[in-house]
């Protein structure tokens, strides 16, 4: 078990809070970030946070700083489908959950051919990928923790040996980013996904292809259920969107 601090650091906030005028389209690709007197006023924090924040979104290639003329939003190629994704689940609760059913589709899929495709040194990736969530749970580092979450679900889908599959599966969880930040806040919930994500990588490394199907599908109905019970609070109804209960019987 793990106890992460009870209130993310203020940069992590800050960070995230970018992220997502990024994810939205208020800060598109190609744009200069409003200069840092506006950011300051906008995110009411101080220089600090606001300069480490644009730090550490540089460090992972969401930004980049140029001397005298300003900070920029740069990107990847599938940038734009993410964005456009981004866009249409980002109000629309609805939309959300139910692009995590496709998740469900497309992810359980993969967990088949990955068990059975998978190499030796694509499985030692998503060990890594499992650790890697699992300390930064233990660290409390929010950010981090919805990374290591996305790579893992992402390695998964490159050990079924489908590019094409993996980029989908890419996207999706690049749309619900958000998210998974939101449900990964909850100590509980993250807790759950590491346990879950260890059943899925025993059953992989077991060559348990309908046990590794059940434990995604499992996974995914889980997340699935923390979003609603999350939007329905706010709503002042957890019963709105009620969660689908997974009643998979998968072939080997």
Same mark, same amino acid.
């Given at each position: 078990m793990f106890a992460p601090p009870e209130e993310l650091k203020l940069v992590h906030q800050v960070e995230a809070r970018l992220e997502d005028l990024m994810a939205t389209g208020e800060f598109v690709v190609g &744009? /200069? !970030?409003?200069?840092?007197?506006? @950011?300051?006023?906008?995110?009411?924090?101080?220089?600090? %946070?606001?300069?480490?924040?644009? &730090? /550490? !979104?540089?460090?992972?290639?969401? @930004?980049?700083v140029y001397p005298?003329?300003?900070?920029? %939003?740069?990107?990847?190629?599938?940038?734009?489908?993410?964005?456009?994704w981004q866009s249409w689940v980002a109000r629309d609760r609805g939309?959300?959950?139910?692009?995590l059913e496709v998740r469900e589709c497309l992810e359980v899929h993969a967990a088949a051919l990955a068990t059975e495709r998978a190499s030796e040194s694509h499985l030692a990736e998503l060990r890594l990928a499992q650790l890697s969530f699992e300390q930064q749970c233990e660290r409390g580092s929010l950010a981090d923790m919805s990374h290591w979450d996305k790579v893992f679900h992402y390695q998964i889908a490159v050990c079924s040996g489908?590019?094409?599959?993996?980029?989908?599966?890419?996207?999706?969880?690049?749309?619900?980013?958000?998210?998974?930040?939101?449900?990964?806040?909850?100590?509980?919930v993250a807790q759950r996904s590491l346990d879950d994500h260890r059943r899925i990588l025993e059953a992989m490394e077991r060559r348990d292809a309908a046990e590794a199907m059940r434990a995604v599908s499992l996974h995914i109905a889980s997340t699935r259920e923390a979003i609603a019970r999350i939007g329905g609070e706010a709503d002042g109804d957890a019963s709105v969107y009620p969660p689908r209960s997974p009643s998979v019987d998968p072939a080997p």
């Open positions: &744009s /200069r !970030l409003p200069g840092e007197r506006a @950011l300051l006023k906008l995110l009411n924090v101080s220089r600090p %946070v606001v300069r480490e924040a644009i &730090s /550490r !979104l540089e460090s992972r290639g969401l @930004l980049r005298s003329r300003g900070t920029f %939003v740069t990107g990847t190629p599938e940038w734009g489908v993410k964005a456009q939309k959300l959950l139910a692009l489908n590019p094409v599959l993996a980029s989908f599966i890419e996207n999706v969880n690049e749309t619900v980013r958000s998210a998974r930040r939101s449900i990964l806040a909850d100590p509980e």
